[in-house]
T-cell receptor
Framework: AQSVTQLDSQVPVFEEAPVELRCNYS??????LFWYVQYPNQGLQLLLK??????LVKGINGFEAEFNKSQTSFHLRKPSVHISDTAEYFC???????????FGPGTSLSVIP | NAGVTQTPKFQVLKTGQSMTLQCAQD?????MYWYRQDPGMGLRLIYY???????DKGEVPNGYNVSRLNKREFSLRLESAAPSQTSVYFC??????????FGSGTRLTVV
């Protein structure tokens, strides 16, 4: 069965510093991978997705993620964070032949002025 | 451009009461989903519907029922609410699972 691990439950970072949010998944078959962002008291919004092709995926708000099949990872990065990036970030995985997405437990990113 | 609309936004129930959470999407998506979100546990799939007329259980279906009324609407019913069902409920829709569009959520408290 597929599962998603987000190694850090909370990540504090100073404004304009770089950040990496880590995500690992377990699956023995081909997968699609996603990152979602949730601002306080809102629903989730798709940040970026990997379906196929280039392993470096660029998303909204300057975020990018790299798919590493051998390490079964899909880490999210941003070179310089802003106060407005403070939110909860969820990694998610879906097997390509199965129409259900499994979410990780989330990482709370706090940007410190 | 409404996207996914959930009602109500907030609800307080007494143990044993029933209620239905409503969800509607206007994007002509085939698939619709109900998730619950609890602190430290991410989102867990309750039920999903791959197309009009079909529904399937997710990870945590016990205590819930669903109805895919038509292509636009997917409702979630709690027949006899329990405190363990206190949570934030999200409806989502997609075309073939290539990224979901979420509603803004229903915050449910069962006392």
């Amino acid at each position: 069965a597929q599962s998603v691990t987000q190694l850090d439950s909370q990540v504090p970072v100073f404004e304009e510093a770089p950040v990496e949010l880590r995500c690992n998944y377990s699956s023995s078959v081909s997968v699609y991978l996603f990152w979602y962002v949730q601002y306080p008291n809102q629903g989730l919004q798709l940040l970026l997705k990997y379906l196929s092709g280039s392993t470096l995926v660029k998303g909204i708000n300057g975020f990018e993620a790299e798919f590493n099949k051998s390490q079964t990872s899909f880490h999210l990065r941003k070179p310089s964070v802003h106060i407005s990036d403070t939110a909860e970030y969820f990694c998610a995985v879906r097997e390509t032949s199965y129409d259900k997405v499994i979410f990780g437990p989330g990482t709370s990113l706090s940007v410190i002025p | 451009n409404a996207g996914v609309t959930q009602t109500p936004k907030f609800q307080v129930l007494k143990t044993g009461q029933s209620m239905t959470l409503q969800c509607a999407q206007d994007m002509n998506h085939n698939s619709m989903y109900w998730y619950r979100q609890d602190p430290g546990m991410g989102l867990r799939l309750i039920y999903y519907s791959a197309s009009e007329g079909t529904t399937d259980k997710g990870e945590v279906p016990n205590g819930y029922n669903v109805s895919r009324l038509n292509k636009r609407e997917f409702s979630l019913r709690l027949e006899s609410a329990a405190p363990s069902q206190t949570s934030v409920y999200f409806c989502a829709s997609s075309t073939s699972g290539y990224g979901y569009t979420f509603g803004s959520g229903t915050r449910l408290t069962v006392v």
